[in-house]
T-cell receptor, first 119, second 112 residues
């Protein structure tokens, strides 16, 4: 019944490891996002995909690579994890009416978050 | 089942009006409640509330939490057209497993 789900919810790992976070939405939305929540609770957009195509790629290290096998899934793979990668990562989806350029103000539905801790 | 409900779903007001947005929740092991303003891309963080009865203020915006009645309100006074946005409420909980539960937002439109 969950609209936007993420796995895992917790991830504790060592520096230098490679890890993936998966996201799935069953809302039939065309657009999915990855956000990083910093220690001040600010949400910074990392990537956005519309119908499996990358439309937003903010200034994010190359170690982060999104993959969208279909429009219901947007996974985030992180190589060579660093201490600064520790954060809560949110996946979200929305039904954008005017993709891919710009944004129509549609509600984004957020997943429960994945708390990543890099030791 | 954990849930966050925001009301109203949408609201249209005129500049200068005062609005009150509501967020009620039912979660196990509440940790915090956050308000975000969503305009274009990433939602903008507004407030984090953890204690009852302590009002947080930022300019024309203020928010308060009632942990007994399980709700929070976001007030916007002297609204401006730039306040038009979707306002999201999210609750952080540790009910067995850590998670955030987001409401579906209140769409506010402020007319000139």
């Amino acid at each position: 019944d969950t609209a936007v789900s993420q796995t895992p919810k917790y991830l504790v790992t060592q520096m230098g490891n490679d890890k993936s976070i998966k996201c799935e939405q069953n809302l039939g939305h065309d657009t999915m996002y990855w956000y990083k929540q910093d220690s001040k609770k600010f949400l910074k957009i990392m990537f956005s995909y519309n119908n499996k195509e990358l439309i937003i790629n903010e200034t994010v290290p190359n170690r982060f690579s999104p993959k969208s096998p279909d429009k219901a899934h947007l996974n985030l793979h992180i190589n060579s994890l660093e201490l600064g990668d520790s954060a809560v990562y949110f996946c979200a989806s929305s039904q954008d009416i005017n993709p891919p350029s710009g944004y129509y103000q549609e509600t984004q539905y957020f997943g429960p978050g994945t708390r990543l801790l890099v030791l | 089942e954990d849930k966050v409900v925001q009301s109203p779903l949408s609201l249209v007001v005129h500049e200068g009006d005062t609005v009150t947005l509501n967020c009620s929740y039912e979660v196990t092991n509440f940790r915090s409640l956050l308000w975000y303003k969503q305009e274009k891309k990433a939602p903008t963080f507004l407030f984090m509330l953890t204690s009852s009865g302590i009002e947080k203020k930022s300019g024309r915006l203020s928010s308060i939490l009632d942990k007994k009645e399980l709700f929070s309100i976001l007030n916007i006074t002297a609204t401006q057209t730039g306040d038009s946005a979707i306002y999201l409420c999210a609750v952080e909980a540790t009910s067995g497993t850590y998670k955030y539960i987001f409401g579906t937002g209140t769409r506010l439109k402020v007319l000139a």
